[in-house]
T-cell receptor, first 116, second 117 residues
Framework: DTGVSQNPRHKITKRGQNVTFRCDPISEHNRLYWYRQTLGQGPEFLTYFQNEAQLEKSRLLSDRFSAERPKGSFSTLEIQRTEQGDSAMYLC??????????????FGPGTRLTVL | AQTVTQSQPEMSVQEAETVTLSCTYDTSESDYYLFWYKQPPSRQMILVIRQEAYKQQNATENRFSVNFQKAAKSFSLKISDSQLGDAAMYFCAYRSHLFYNTDKLIFGTGTRLQVFP
C-alpha cells in the first residue's frame, strides 16, 4: 500500500495557461475524489468517480475544470485558462466503496497551484 | 444543505494535558457520518476518528475520543495526554449516508492546535 500519490506537488503558471494534475489512488480503491483547499479553509468537494464513471460534480466545478478517470485507475484534473482565483491546494482522495457507508477516504499530499 | 462549523480557529495545550476541539453541524438528514481529520504542516490529511450517527456510543481511538450530541448537532474531539506530534490543523467533516446518493465530505474551516512542551 503506497498510498495516494499526486503529481506534480507544486505548479506555478501564468494566468490564462492550462494545467493538468494527476492522481494515483490506492491500487484496489474504486472511488476517487477531488477537493480544493484554499488558505485558511477546509477542503471543498469538486467531484468524484466510481471506477471510470463521474458520479457527482460540485457547482464549484466551472466549465474550465474537467476531470477524467479513463480506465478506472488514475485520474486527471485539468484547468483551462487559469485565473488567479484558481490558486489553491488540489487534494485527491480514494476509498474502497462497499456495503459499509463508512469507507474511509484516504488523502494524497496535494498539488499546490499558484497562478501568477 | 449541510454545514459544518468550527468556532475555534486556534487552540493550544501543554504536553500531557487534555484539550477539546469543538464542532457543530447543521443537517436535516436522519443518518450520516462525522469525522475528525488531522492535517500536519505540509503533510497529508489523515483520519483521526469517525462516528456513525445511528450509534449512541461515542467513538474512541486510543488517546482520541469524541462527544457526540446528536440532538444538539455537536461533535467535539477530546485529545488526552497531548503529544508534540498532535500539533496540526484538525478538520471536522460530515458525510451523508449513501442512500442520499452522495459521497462527498463537507469540512469545517479547521482548528489549528499547538502543543507546548
Amino acid at each position: 500500500d503506497t498510498g495516494v500519490s499526486q503529481n506534480p506537488r507544486h505548479k506555478i503558471t501564468k494566468r490564462g495557461q492550462n494545467v493538468t494534475f494527476r492522481c494515483d489512488p490506492i491500487s484496489e480503491h474504486n472511488r476517487l475524489y477531488w477537493y480544493r483547499q484554499t488558505l485558511g479553509q477546509g477542503p471543498e468537494f469538486l467531484t468524484y468517480f466510481q471506477n471510470e464513471a463521474q458520479l457527482e460534480k460540485s457547482r464549484l466545478l466551472s466549465d474550465r475544470f474537467s476531470a477524467e478517470r479513463p480506465k478506472g485507475s488514475f485520474s486527471t484534473l485539468e484547468i483551462q485558462r487559469t485565473e488567479q482565483g484558481d490558486s489553491a491546494m488540489y487534494l485527491c482522495a480514494s476509498s474502497l466503496a462497499g456495503r459499509r457507508s463508512t469507507d474511509t477516504q484516504y488523502f494524497g499530499p496535494g498539488t499546490r497551484l499558484t497562478v501568477l | 444543505a449541510q454545514t459544518v462549523t468550527q468556532s475555534q480557529p486556534e487552540m493550544s495545550v501543554q504536553e500531557a494535558e487534555t484539550v477539546t476541539l469543538s464542532c457543530t453541524y447543521d443537517t436535516s438528514e436522519s443518518d450520516y457520518y462525522l469525522f475528525w481529520y488531522k492535517q500536519p504542516p505540509s503533510r497529508q490529511m489523515i483520519l483521526v476518528i469517525r462516528q456513525e450517527a445511528y450509534k449512541q456510543q461515542n467513538a474512541t481511538e486510543n488517546r482520541f475520543s469524541v462527544n457526540f450530541q446528536k440532538a444538539a448537532k455537536s461533535f467535539s474531539l477530546k485529545i488526552s495526554d497531548s503529544q508534540l506530534g498532535d500539533a496540526a490543523m484538525y478538520f471536522c467533516a460530515y458525510r451523508s449516508h449513501l442512500f442520499y446518493n452522495t459521497d462527498k465530505l463537507i469540512f469545517g474551516t479547521g482548528t489549528r492546535l499547538q502543543v507546548f512542551p
